[in-house]
């Protein structure tokens, strides 16, 4: 039972909360089934701190913990998944693994210089693994021994990282597993009484680390859930509906995306009735939505990695690889449709960043301290998607800004425009004293076609800023939810 206090912390809060939410006239309730533990709210967040989340554009995730030792191999052998689930391999001893912490002594480990690093490449927020799902802490926490003071190293990691990252300017958002492998009342189901009542163990002992975490590193500003899929997690709609609640009142302005709770008839990401449960939906994870609409009108980010599926350090690279160039394309593709994209990186056992991974951060960093008004604030132009790349829109000018990566043959980029939209300016954000000729081709009631001529095909991606005879186009909104 709640003390009354928290009844009084929980009220102001859903006070202020929703005092600072808007809610369009676009978007009708669509309830046919009634639900306790669904979405609580209609729409997006309007409140500063989410309106933050929604201008970074470019963040950085990283994957770390005692999985790094390892490498994605034990005795000579290769494991082919991804690395921090090494534990789960039939051919790695748990009580191996459950050992590795013994050897956790990162000696190259120097938060400032990730952060230097991060804030080079353009990073504006960053995703932080406090715990995955082997369930060691690297926070010294109260609640279990398994941490980072247990080990040879000590210290405690999250802070460095929290205040490195805080200084730099780049907000730290937290990853946590909901799954723990070391805890002995974690279950994947609950099938008998006696597993239900370890499990009431595992619930509390949960909730006491995010508290903690909270408590400890007031600068949190969110978290990033994982290993919420389970059977046992998915049927504690109650529980962690009443969680979700006692986190947000520890810290006003918490953002927690659509992947920690479920709700009563076991729906995840989105309830029963087709509303996102969270602040922003998580359901992008080493994808991209195709069109504006796959998105629903709602907040979202696009989390990536460099190879195919390595999250936490693995000393081979098989299969693709991802080039700057894509990694570009896949963040302006995000931004031109209201998303932001993380990019991952997984340090080796001692804490170092891998020369490939430093190398990337180089190539996108370069690009984007000449081209970053095309991501930062910026968002969805409300224009259609042209072959030759992607269109964001400025949130605070209204400017626009053409991301070409397909140059055609004959250099002349085809646009489209909405009805009542024509040229007014149009120039290379890198020099702005660079103009492009233009040809009208078409103008009809469905808008007006253009064909912008480069002079010369660019080695990089390259960004013109067009500014428009209609910067109010109505057309041109924020894209919402349409009525259903």
Same mark, same amino acid.
């Given at each position: 039972? $709640?003390?009354?206090?928290?009844?009084?912390?929980?009220?102001?809060?859903?006070? $202020?909360?929703?005092?600072?939410?808007?809610?369009?006239?676009?978007? %009708?309730?669509?309830?046919?089934?009634?639900?306790?533990?669904?979405?609580?709210?209609?729409?997006?967040?309007? !409140?500063?701190?989410?309106?933050?989340?929604?201008?970074?554009?470019?963040?950085?995730?990283?994957?770390?913990?005692?999985?790094?030792?390892?490498?994605?191999?034990?005795?000579?052998?290769?494991?082919?998944?991804?690395?921090?689930?090494?534990?789960?391999?039939?051919?790695?001893?748990?009580?191996?693994?459950?050992? $590795?912490?013994?050897?956790?002594?990162?000696?190259?480990?120097?938060?400032? %210089?990730?952060?230097? #690093?991060?804030?080079?490449?353009?990073?504006?927020?960053?995703? @932080?693994?406090?715990?995955?799902? !082997?369930?060691?802490?690297?926070?010294?926490?109260?609640?279990?021994?398994?941490?980072?003071?247990?080990?040879?190293?000590?210290?405690?990691?999250?802070? #460095?990282?929290?205040?490195?990252?805080?200084?730099?300017?780049?907000?730290?958002?937290?990853?946590?597993?909901?799954?723990?492998?070391?805890?002995?009342?974690?279950?994947?189901?609950?099938?008998?009484?006696?597993?239900?009542?370890?499990?009431?163990?595992?619930?509390?002992?949960?909730?006491?680390?995010?508290?903690? $975490?909270?408590?400890?590193?007031?600068?949190?500003?969110?978290?990033?859930?994982?290993?919420?899929?389970?059977?046992?997690?998915? #049927?504690?709609?109650?529980?962690?509906?009443?969680?979700?609640?006692?986190?947000?009142?520890?810290?006003?302005?918490?953002?927690?995306?659509?992947?920690?709770?479920?709700?009563?008839?076991?729906?995840?990401?989105?309830?029963?009735?087709?509303?996102?449960?969270?602040?922003?939906?998580?359901?992008?994870?080493?994808?991209?939505?195709?069109?504006?609409?796959?998105?629903?009108?709602?907040?979202?980010?696009?989390?990536?990695?460099?190879?195919?599926?390595?999250?936490?350090?693995?000393?081979?690279?098989?299969?693709?690889?991802?080039?700057?160039?894509?990694?570009?394309?896949?963040?302006?593709?995000?931004?031109?449709?209201?998303?932001? @994209?993380?990019?991952?990186?997984?340090?080796?056992?001692?804490?170092?960043?891998?020369?490939?991974?430093?190398?990337?951060?180089?190539?996108?960093?370069?690009? %984007?301290?000449?081209?970053?008004?095309?991501?930062?604030?910026?968002?969805? %132009?409300?224009?259609?998607?042209?072959?030759?790349?992607?269109?964001?829109?400025?949130?605070?000018?209204?400017?626009?800004?053409?991301?070409?990566?397909?140059?055609?043959?004959?250099?002349?980029?085809?646009?489209?425009?909405?009805?009542?939209?024509?040229?007014?300016?149009?120039?290379?954000?890198?020099?702005?004293?660079?103009?492009?000729?233009?040809?009208?081709?078409?103008?009809?009631?469905?808008?007006?076609?253009?064909?912008?001529?480069?002079?010369?095909?660019?080695?990089?991606?390259?960004?013109?800023?067009?500014?428009?005879?209609?910067?109010?186009?109505?057309?041109?909104?924020?894209?919402?939810?349409?009525?259903?």
């Amino acid at each position: 039972m $709640l003390c009354p206090n928290l009844f009084f912390l929980l009220y102001c809060y859903l006070l $202020l909360f929703f005092s600072d939410v808007q809610f369009p006239g676009a978007i %009708a309730q669509r309830s046919s089934v009634y639900l306790e533990h669904g979405a609580h709210r209609l729409g997006k967040r309007r !409140d500063a701190a989410m309106e933050q989340w929604r201008i970074y554009g470019l963040g950085q995730f990283i994957h770390w913990g005692v999985y790094a030792i390892a490498g994605g191999h034990w005795n000579g052998k290769y494991y082919s998944g991804a690395a921090e689930w090494l534990r789960s391999w039939n051919e790695m001893p748990k009580a191996d693994y459950d050992n $590795l912490y013994k050897q956790f002594d990162a000696k190259n480990f120097n938060a400032t %210089a990730w952060s230097k #690093q991060a804030k080079a490449m353009g990073a504006r927020y960053m995703i @932080f693994t406090t715990k995955h799902h !082997d369930g060691f802490c690297l926070w010294p926490s109260k609640y279990t021994d398994y941490t980072i003071t247990a080990s040879p190293y000590k210290k405690d990691i999250v802070k #460095q990282v929290i205040d490195a990252y805080s200084k730099e300017g780049i907000d730290v958002y937290l990853y946590f597993s909901i799954i723990d492998w070391n805890h002995p009342g974690y279950r994947t189901s609950l099938k008998t009484e006696a597993e239900k009542k370890a499990y009431e163990d595992f619930k509390t002992f949960t909730a006491n680390q995010l508290k903690e $975490l909270l408590t400890l590193y007031p600068k949190t500003k969110g978290f990033w859930f994982d290993g919420i899929w389970d059977a046992a997690w998915v #049927q504690q709609a109650g529980f962690t509906d009443s969680l979700e609640m006692e986190l947000r009142a520890v810290n006003p302005g918490l953002i927690i995306g659509s992947r920690f709770r479920a709700d009563e008839y076991g729906r995840r990401h989105f309830d029963s009735n087709g509303d996102l449960m969270g602040d922003y939906e998580q359901g992008w994870e080493r994808k991209l939505p195709k069109t504006i609409e796959d998105v629903h009108g709602n907040d979202w980010d696009c989390v990536m990695t460099v190879p195919e599926n390595q999250w936490g350090y693995h000393s081979e690279w098989k299969g693709h690889v991802k080039s700057s160039v894509e990694l570009i394309e896949m963040m302006a593709r995000s931004v031109s449709m209201g998303g932001n @994209f993380v990019l991952n990186f997984g340090p080796d056992g001692k804490g170092a960043i891998r020369p490939e991974e430093t190398k990337l951060t180089k190539e996108i960093g370069d690009w %984007a301290q000449v081209n970053n008004e095309a991501v930062y604030n910026a968002g969805y %132009a409300g224009l259609d998607k042209q072959d030759w790349g992607y269109i964001t829109k400025s949130r605070k000018t209204g400017n626009y800004y053409l991301v070409v990566f397909n140059v055609p043959v004959n250099k002349a980029l085809r646009l489209k425009l909405l009805p009542g939209m024509g040229i007014k300016k149009l120039y290379d954000l890198e020099n702005s004293s660079i103009s492009f000729d233009t040809e009208e081709i078409a103008k009809d009631a469905k808008g007006s076609g253009y064909f912008i001529y480069l002079k010369e095909t660019p080695s990089q991606p390259k960004v013109i800023v067009l500014e428009t005879t209609d910067k109010e186009n109505k057309s041109a909104v924020e894209y919402q939810k349409a009525k259903t």
